[in-house]
């Protein structure tokens, strides 16, 4: 049995049918027919004894994937990665295969939180593929790894300047700019005052960022005055 074989027979013994029916739902990208139904905290349990296997490589070559579990899997594989070159190289090779959120938003490989300065260069190139979830990667990690001590004003321009008629690129620009207004208001606040977003996109930053525990009150009001129509 080759190891893309164990890895199938693996996911469907920890498949659990009750989730599945649940979770295909979510993610709507994917075919249902794709989803074995594997519960997350399995994946990355499984992942962890995964990534150290000789032959792994065998199966982060195999794309595309058949099955939705078997791209989270391969996230959570490269997410265990601890050599940044190799990290990166994974990346960039498994980012035009992501069709949908979930593995998108959960690929987040620990080793970038140490190369942030080489990280950049990545993120600027994947910032502007023409593959939704690529752009999506790439605002992400801008959100997870450069909105605090790490922080420059250029990066939310490069974010504001994004202009798509995909939801799921839209979404995560509005997750950022709503995170980037509760971590570096001051330096934020004017993309909201001054209409830089599209209107879509400027009222989800504003919903989102009132739903925030980290808005004050008085953010929060201000905020919603400067909702738009449209």
């Not at 990545?122 to 999506?136: A, E, K, N």
């Not at 839209?170 to 709503?178: E, H, K, L, P």
Request: hydrophobic content about 40%; glycine content about 2%; aromatic content about 14%.
């Amino acid at each position: 049995m080759t190891l893309l074989q164990a890895i199938q027979t693996e996911l469907f013994r920890l498949q659990d049918t009750k989730y599945r029916d649940f979770q295909y739902k979510l993610i709507p990208t994917v075919e249902p027919r794709c989803v074995i139904g594997v519960r997350t905290p399995n994946l990355r349990k499984y992942a962890k004894q995964l990534y150290q296997n000789p032959d792994i490589s065998s199966f982060l070559n195999a794309l595309p994937h058949q099955y939705f579990d078997e791209n989270q899997l391969h996230a959570f594989v490269i997410s265990e990665l601890k050599e940044f070159e190799l990290c990166i190289q994974e990346v960039t090779r498994f980012l035009p295969f992501v069709d949908n959120w979930a593995t998108c938003d959960q690929m987040s490989p620990k080793i970038f939180k140490k190369h942030r300065a080489e990280l950049l260069s990545h993120i600027l190139q994947w910032i502007h593929s023409d593959h939704v979830y690529t752009v999506r990667f790439a605002i992400g990690m801008l959100m997870q790894h450069y909105l605090d001590d790490a922080f420059k004003t250029d990066y939310p321009e490069i974010v504001s300047s994004i202009h798509s008629d995909e939801y799921y690129i839209n979404m995560m620009i509005a997750w950022y700019f709503a995170t980037a207004l509760a971590k570096q208001y001051d330096s934020i606040i004017p993309y909201i005052q001054n209409d830089k977003l599209d209107v879509w996109t400027h009222n989800k930053t504003i919903q989102k960022a009132v739903e925030s525990y980290r808005i004050t009150n008085e953010q929060k009001i201000y905020l919603k005055s400067l909702k738009r129509k449209g």
